[in-house]
């Protein structure tokens, strides 16, 4: 059995930074590691070699302790073989073991999971192709990386070890070296697959340069100043946000989940058409996006109007929050869930989603018919984005749940994606 001599962390480059460290582990050894066999999301548990690697790999952590690196926390992929790993060593290390975070399971390889990993059938997994349907390394890379960032975020300043797998440590490795230490790739181009129980730390410096490129997702194209369109010159434009529903209430993320009002939020959307209806306004077209929390809200303040909604947008809906739709997200994440959360809709094409759509709806509902009084029902994301572009200026706080607010118009016009965005997408004033 090698000892702890002979398992040293790799520390592939020098990282400038003091602070925050985090190393992966990969799992011990499991039957099928011993046959070859892709592995992937199988759950497959150690094996009793596995159990004793994984005890080396505690020696290796206390020398490093010796030396200055004191490990704070453990944490793991959800499969079992990562998180006995993790176990025995938060034992073995007397630190405590925080549970399995959601994205450092390993690659699934789909219809190849239990076969022999022959070289023929490794090549046929990496074809674009996909027919043995294999998770997409885009998809793949990008639940890593965003891991990777919430426990950056949520032990910032400290030492993680962090139990995972072989193929995402070597390819989440290969996302945050390759551009820059293309000679640490093997002759296939990927970071070499570390063996079972090694450690390897994670270049830190690396990993915002990484999400810009494969988490962050920016799919809207530019959209520049128009003229306010004839016959819109007086148009006005009212947007509500839903009313309540139980996810607002438990401080979930909606996103485009369809989460049906609640009998508060019911209440809301009458009040607040009763409100507008006793200020003496009028309104003459009344729109919604399709999500029924927004339907159903438009429907019940146009009753105080005597209008039905007229037309649903699709594009009219909440922000797409991926894999944090149904999280209650820490304070942090919320304020750019795009770097934490694979799938997330950015926050620029949030604001361009917003203005190309908002002017789309002026444009459609005036022409021919001026002086149109438009309530739009849509989300609280997507009305804030519009209100600041329109403004030019940042709308800070939360859009409250059935709030009437009127747009500016030109505003929307003028705003101009170009000026708003730097070169990687974030958001200037």
């Known amino acids: 059995?090698?000892?702890?001599?002979?398992?040293?962390?790799?520390?592939?480059?020098?990282?400038?930074?003091?602070?925050?460290?985090?190393i992966f582990l990969r799992h011990g050894q499991t039957?099928?590691?011993?046959?070859h066999r892709f592995q992937g999301g199988t759950d497959i548990p150690l094996n009793d070699t596995g159990r004793e690697q994984v005890r080396t790999a505690i020696g290796a952590l206390k020398q490093a302790a010796a030396e200055g690196t004191t490990v704070d926390a453990i944490v793991s992929s959800p499969l079992s073989r990562a998180v006995e790993s993790a176990e025995i060593v938060a034992e073995g290390l007397g630190v405590p073991y925080r549970g399995?975070?959601?994205?450092?399971?390993?690659?699934?390889?789909?219809?190849?999971?239990?076969?022999?990993?022959?070289?023929?059938?490794?090549?046929?997994?990496?074809?674009?192709?996909?027919?043995?349907?294999?998770?997409?390394?885009?998809?793949?890379?990008?639940?890593?990386l965003a891991a990777l960032n919430r426990v950056r975020r949520e032990y910032e300043g400290q030492t993680v070890v962090v139990a995972a797998h072989g193929m995402l440590i070597a390819m989440t490795m290969t996302a945050l070296v390759a551009e820059r230490h293309p000679e640490l790739l093997n002759e296939d181009g990927i970071y070499p697959i570390p063996v079972n129980a090694s450690l390897t730390e994670v270049p830190l410096q690396y990993?915002?340069?990484?999400?810009?490129?494969?988490?962050?997702?920016?799919?809207?194209?530019?959209?520049?100043?128009?003229?306010?369109?004839?016959?819109?010159?007086?148009?006005?434009?009212?947007?509500?946000?839903?009313?309540?529903?139980?996810?607002?209430?438990a401080n979930l993320m909606q996103g485009i989940t369809d989460i049906p009002l609640n009998d508060t939020g019911r209440e809301q959307a009458r009040t607040?058409?009763?409100?507008?209806?006793?200020?003496?306004?009028?309104?003459?077209?009344?729109?919604?996006?399709?999500?029924?929390?927004?339907?159903?809200?438009?429907?019940?303040?146009?009753?105080?109007?005597?209008?039905?909604?007229?037309?649903?947008?699709?594009?009219?809906?909440?922000?797409?929050?991926?894999?944090?739709?149904?999280?209650?997200?820490?304070?942090?994440?919320?304020?750019?869930?795009?770097?934490?959360?694979?799938?997330?809709?950015?926050?620029?094409d949030v604001y361009i989603r917003a203005v190309r759509t908002l002017r789309n709806i002026v444009r459609e509902l005036s022409e021919g018919s001026g002086d149109q009084k438009i309530i739009a029902v849509s989300h609280g994301s997507f009305i804030r984005r519009a209100l600041s572009a329109a403004?030019?200026?940042?709308?800070?706080?939360?859009?409250?749940?059935?709030?009437?607010?009127?747009?500016?118009?030109p505003g929307l016009f003028a705003w101009d994606s170009t000026k708003q965005f730097d070169e990687v997408g974030r958001l200037v004033w």
């Open 272 to 348: 607040t058409g009763k409100k507008l209806a006793d200020m003496g306004l009028e309104f003459t077209v009344l729109v919604s996006s399709p999500l029924s929390r927004a339907h159903e809200t438009a429907q019940l303040v146009g009753e105080h109007f005597d209008l039905q909604v007229h037309k649903t947008y699709p594009e009219l809906v909440e922000r797409a929050y991926g894999a944090g739709e149904g999280l209650d997200i820490p304070a942090p994440e919320r304020r750019a869930p795009e770097r934490y959360y694979p799938n997330v809709e950015s926050e620029r």
């Open 31 to 35: 039957d099928w590691n011993i046959d």
């Open 100 to 144: 399995a975070v959601d994205g450092f399971q390993e690659r699934s390889f789909g219809d190849l999971e239990g076969q022999i990993a022959t070289r023929e059938l490794i090549l046929a997994s990496r074809q674009s192709n996909n027919a043995f349907n294999v998770e997409p390394k885009k998809d793949f890379l990008a639940r890593s």
């Open 207 to 249: 990993l915002d340069n990484a999400i810009d490129r494969l988490v962050v997702q920016h799919l809207e194209p530019e959209l520049g100043p128009e003229e306010v369109p004839a016959g819109a010159e007086n148009t006005t434009l009212t947007l509500i946000r839903h009313g309540q529903t139980d996810w607002n209430k």
């Open 391 to 409: 403004a030019g200026e940042e709308w800070t706080v939360t859009v409250p749940n059935a709030e009437p607010l009127t747009i500016d118009v």
């Open 1 to 22: 059995m090698t000892d702890a001599q002979n398992t040293p962390i790799i520390t592939p480059v020098a990282d400038p930074e003091a602070g925050t460290r985090i």
